[in-house]
T-cell receptor, first 114, second 111 residues
Framework: AAGVIQSPRHLIKEKRETATLKCYPIPRHDTVYWYQQGPGQDPQFLISFYEKMQSDKGSIPDRFSAQQFSDYHSELNMSSLELGDSALYFC?????????????FGAGSRLTVL | AQRVTQPEKLLSVFKGAPVELKCNYSYSGSPELFWYVQYSRQRLQLLLRHISRESIKGFTADLNKGETSFHLKKPFAQEEDSAMYYCALSGMNTGFQKLVFGTGTRLLVSP
């Protein structure tokens, strides 16, 4: 079965550069979540989208933005990168209205800022 | 505020020993509780959820509303159980059903 696909797998950027991460949810899932997991840290919720509209917002810096497109894939755009942005960025998807909200996670995109 | 607490950062046991990973939560209402596992260099995977009351890979977890706990247990640990384990909760109070994670417990099972 198709899982949540994230691209790229690894990304190396320098300070003040920009980066874009992509997430392709499980087919027919209508909700996408972005999480940031720093080294040795628990995943921190950044933002989520339901039916292409932002549904919730967490600890996402103003330098970051995200959107969900008509095909339900989502992109996380990060600008003016800082060293502290180095982390594993997980995307997860779910289908609302199916009982317990089970999130299925992608393998993550590892961003290293030098 | 919704919060998940996992008091142990690391739990090291020998193969065959019982395991209990502690999880306590604070939440106003009826949350949904989950355990996610992250094996080395792999994605977060759902291990089990409280509403299903099932045993996965020998692990069980019972929601204790009185103690606001959702401890993960396994009677006989195996080496392949070594991983990071995250307790998480979800509910209407957390926002649009997003997961709030605990800080995780690393389980090391030695031969």
């Amino acid at each position: 079965a198709a899982g949540v696909i994230q691209s790229p797998r690894h990304l190396i950027k320098e300070k003040r550069e920009t980066a874009t991460l992509k997430c392709y949810p499980i087919p027919r899932h209508d909700t996408v979540y972005w999480y940031q997991q720093g080294p040795g840290q628990d995943p921190q919720f950044l933002i989520s989208f339901y039916e292409k509209m932002q549904s919730d917002k967490g600890s996402i810096p103003d330098r970051f933005s995200a959107q969900q497109f008509s095909d339900y894939h989502s992109e996380l755009n990060m600008s003016s990168l800082e060293l502290g942005d180095s982390a594993l960025y997980f995307c997860a998807s779910s289908l609302q209205g199916t009982g317990a909200n089970v999130l299925t996670f992608g393998a993550g995109s590892r961003l290293t800022v030098l | 505020a919704q919060r998940v607490t996992q008091p142990e950062k690391l739990l090291s046991v020998f193969k065959g020993a019982p395991v209990e990973l502690k999880c306590n939560y604070s939440y106003s209402g009826s949350p949904e509780l989950f355990w996610y596992v992250q094996y080395s260099r792999q994605r977060l995977q759902l291990l089990l959820r409280h509403i299903s009351r099932e045993s996965i890979k020998g692990f069980t977890a019972d929601l204790n509303k009185g103690e606001t706990s959702f401890h993960l247990k396994k009677p006989f640990a195996q080496e392949e159980d070594s991983a990071m384990y995250y307790c998480a909760l979800s509910g209407m109070n957390t926002g649009f059903q997003k997961l709030v994670f605990g800080t995780g417990t690393r389980l090391l099972v030695s031969p």
